[in-house]
């Protein structure tokens, strides 16, 4: 059974940093894409970037461009999401998943499997 565990959220001032981590566990996941999602109270779940598993390929958000990282550890099956430059409107559940049908800015509905998120808040 795929599991996902997302860590490293917590409460942050505006212009700080923080690094997420996702635990990905149950099968290979070589040939998978894993993505990152975040979710603020009132809208939708919006995509932030996604990473292949097998060659390292990414795909951003125009909004994250230049301020996050995504990035993995073959070795320790874990993706990353390095946030600099933080700001209040990034405040929202940071959600890690994943999928082996493709690669590419996808909606939501394009993952399998889902993390149960970890909380990112940024004050002013």
Known sequence: QVQLAESGGGSVQAGGSLRLSCAASGRTFSRDSMG?????????????ATIRWSDGST???????????????????????????LKPEDT??????STPKRFGELPSTGYDFWGQGTQVTVSS
Do not use: H
């Open 36 to 48: 990152w999602f975040r979710q603020a109270p009132g809208k939708e779940r919006e995509f932030i």
């Open 92 to 97: 929202a559940l940071y959600y890690c998943a």
């Open 59 to 85: 795909r951003y958000a125009d909004f994250v461009k230049g301020r996050f990282t995504i990035s993995r550890d073959n070795a320790k099956n874990t993706v990353y999401l390095q946030m600099n430059s």
